[in-house]
């Protein structure tokens, strides 16, 4: 959150620099630019999970995000199934990260859930 307001009140400084400076006489004043905040879009897909939209290029669907609180185990452990993990066991289920274990491509793995966002890491 810190880094997003950081971003905005610079942007805005950057925005009133560019409004309150003085314009030379022989240059083109026609200035555009666009603060975007959310999902960055790019011309290649960078991960599996990536999906395309016609216009703006490949993105990744936001992550669930839990307001106020932690996902439930069952959720998070349904979060690694959605991920091509098989025989999901739950290692811990405690703090701000949960740990299973899973087997992909006939290897066995330990996979990370972020509690809150439901962010999937090995």
Not at 15 to 29: E, I, K, N, W
Not at 40 to 46: H, T
Not at 58 to 63: E, F, I, L, N, S
Request: net charge positive; proline share 5%; charged share 15%.
């Amino acid at each position: 959150m810190k880094k997003l307001l950081v971003a905005a009140m610079l942007g805005l400084t950057a925005a009133a620099g560019v409004a309150s400076a003085p314009a030379p006489a022989m240059a083109d004043t026609n200035v555009k630019f666009r603060v975007i905040l959310g999902v960055p879009y790019y011309s290649y897909r960078a991960g599996p999970d990536y999906v395309y939209r016609s216009g703006y290029g490949w993105y990744r669907p936001a992550t669930r995000v839990v307001v106020g609180g932690k996902m439930s185990c069952n959720r998070a452990a349904g979060a690694v199934r959605n991920h091509g993990y098989r025989n999901v066991q739950v290692l811990e289920c405690g703090g701000p990260t949960y740990t299973f274990r899973g087997s992909k491509n006939g290897r066995r793995v330990t996979v990370y859930v972020n509690a809150r966002s439901g962010a999937v890491f090995r």
